[in-house]
């Protein structure tokens, strides 16, 4: 009998393959036929892009591309059958590649970056641990309330809002700390709330420097895979994503990403943790099935389909991109007469900028009748400079092109307010850059 149970088994495999290998044909004959039927103007534009489509410049890009939409466009499907743990098996390592790690253990959370943060404090740190916080946007602010909340002990360093995160005093607090009190560093790599950049590999080496053994812990929600980051290289213990940010997908995956380090202090930490709880998940990584509870069966498939077009452009040359689309922005808003939110050219971000406007002018009106007027979606001001500034998202699934139509939509809303702007200003500046530093696509040369 066991013979004929061992051929059932096999039969049962090959079966599940067939049904597999049918399920990507069908889903690859929907995007030929999409092709296909699709227009001159569908054909060379991302779904998000077409006419009747509001155009995204809030700090949550465009969807990946229509033909890949349909990998990801499915029903759901039993998470226990064994395509789904391999699919999640090389999707742990390719996620690897965009924090650029190799040692680093990557969790993939049906959450936000919210739930992410969480996820990262309480997986290391005990109730009562001291930390040191940069305080220097919306975003940090929240994270702070969240550690608070958590009853950890916060050292907030507060920075004017436009500033990056104020390292002299982190240095002095580690120099005085020489019983080790402080048990992590906390800093968001980019607050999104002010356009600033914070400069990781500095934090490291002043925690080298004090020779101090506190975790570093990074939200890079608005930066990984839009701006360079390197977890190993800079010594970050654990960083987080989201997937509605630069993997363009919808919200709902928390990608975190633990160093050996971090996975040791997990071990110890005492912090209440249940959804969020790293050993859950390492128990299934060890049995080969991977997921401790149900995961977003659609957004894996979309992450599947975010990281192949990542790497299919090169990691180094999507960051690249968002270098350019960054000076571009911040030249167009130079030629408009107007200033960036963002005190110091050290701290620019290439993901968002945030634009100030005159004290006779709220921003507030700026985003709605962008929005009413010309379905364009800019960000607003928040919290301190809220009707202060307005926001340009330039991250994710976006070209050149896509960017030069969005500042020609806001030159128009501000002459709309009442800002004397004159019309193709920025336009130009912004052109002229990009047409002297956009490469050639490698695929096509």
């Not at 290391?124 to 309330?145: C, E, N, Y």
């Not at 002990?153 to 080790?180: M, P, Y």
Request: glycine share 6%.
């Amino acid at each position: 009998m066991k013979p004929l149970q061992g051929e059932n088994v096999v039969s049962q495999q090959k079966k599940e393959k067939q049904d597999k290998e049918l399920r990507v044909e069908s889903h690859r004959a929907v995007a030929d036929r999409n092709k296909k039927d699709d227009n001159t103007c569908t054909a060379t534009l991302p779904h998000s892009q077409l006419w009747t489509s509001e155009v995204l410049h809030i700090f949550r890009p465009r969807a990946v591309e229509s033909e890949k939409v349909e990998k990801w466009t499915i029903n759901n499907e039993d998470y226990r059958s064994p395509a789904i743990p391999a699919m999640t098996k090389i999707l742990l390592e390719d996620v690897k590649k965009i924090f650029k790690t190799t040692t680093g253990t990557p969790f993939m959370i049906p959450t936000t970056g919210t739930g992410a943060w969480e996820s990262a404090l309480t997986n290391t740190l005990t109730p009562g641990d001291r930390i040191v916080s940069f305080l220097i946007g919306q975003f940090s602010l929240l994270w702070i309330d969240q550690q608070q909340r958590l009853n950890f002990k916060v050292d907030v360093v507060e920075s004017e809002w436009g500033q990056g995160a104020n390292l002299d005093i982190l240095a002095s607090k580690l120099a005085e700390d020489t019983a080790h009190t402080i048990k992590a560093v906390c800093i968001v790599h980019n607050e999104t709330a002010t356009g600033v950049t914070n400069n990781l590999a500095t934090v490291r080496k002043i925690l080298d420097h004090y020779r101090h053994p506190a975790l570093f812990l990074v939200d890079g929600v608005s930066s990984i895979c839009a701006l360079d980051f390197r977890m190993d290289e800079w010594g970050v213990d654990v960083a987080l994503t989201g997937s509605q940010k630069a993997l363009s997908l919808p919200t709902g995956i928390g990608i975190v990403c633990a160093s050996p380090k971090a996975l040791e202090a997990s071990k110890t930490a005492k912090s209440v943790r249940v959804f969020f709880d790293w050993n859950d998940y390492l128990k299934f990584y060890k049995l080969g099935t991977y997921w401790p509870y149900t995961p977003s069966v659609q957004l894996l498939y979309g992450l599947r389909a975010a990281l192949d077009l990542l790497f299919e452009e090169g990691l180094d040359n999507v960051i690249a991109r968002h270098s350019r689309l960054g000076k571009a922005t911040r030249l167009a808003v130079e030629a408009w007469g107007l200033k960036n939110c963002t005190q110091k050219e050290e701290w620019v971000s290439d993901t968002v900028t945030a634009v100030l406007v005159p004290p006779y002018i709220d921003s507030t009106e700026i985003v709605r009748r962008a929005w009413k007027r010309y379905n364009l979606s800019l960000g607003l001001g928040l919290n301190k400079i809220a009707g202060k500034v307005f926001r340009i998202g330039h991250l994710g699934n976006l070209n050149e092109l896509q960017l030069l139509g969005c500042l020609a939509g806001v030159e128009m809303v501000l002459r709309d307010v009442g800002y004397p702007v004159k019309l193709g200003s920025g336009v130009a500046a912004a052109s002229a850059y990009l047409q002297n530093n956009t490469p050639l696509i490698p695929s096509r040369v």
